[in-house]
Nanobody, 123 residues
Framework: QVRLVESGGGLVQAGDSLRLSCTQS????????MGWFRQAPGKEREFVAE????????EYADFARDRFTISRDNDRKTLYLQMDTLKPEDTAVYYC????????????????WGQGTQVTVTP
């Protein structure tokens, strides 16, 4: 069974950068679309970004488009989210997900999920 494990979260100050990683493990190794979601305390899980298997398509939430960059390395089976100019409102648990995606912003379109990594941004 495919498993996804996020890493790279932490406690940073506003304006700092972080790069999150999500590594696929287990078998079989699948070539799937992948995305990032986040959930802040007391809030619903929301879409951040998505990337197609070949990296030819990238989708971003409005808040992420100018500051975040999604990428992937299929040889390493790893998904990345480069987050620049972080703001306190970016504080959330960030989850990676994979699946055969036709609606990138819909969490129900993804069949596999990681357990999340905490990002905390102080003023």
């Amino acid at each position: 069974q495919v498993r996804l494990v996020e890493s790279g979260g932490g406690l940073v100050q506003a304006g700092d950068s972080l790069r999150l990683s999500c590594t696929q493990s287990g078998r079989p190794s699948l070539d799937l679309d992948m995305g990032w979601f986040r959930q802040a305390p007391g809030k619903e899980r929301e879409f951040v970004a998505e990337i197609s298997e070949s990296s030819t398509r990238k989708e971003y939430a409005d808040f992420a488009r100018d500051r975040f960059t999604i990428s992937r390395d299929n040889d390493r089976k790893t998904l990345y989210l480069q987050m620049d100019t972080l703001k306190p409102e970016d504080t959330a648990v960030y989850y990676c997900a994979s699946g055969s995606v036709t609606s990138p912003s819909d969490s129900h379109a993804y069949g596999y999920w990681g357990q999340g990594t905490q990002v905390t941004v102080t003023p």
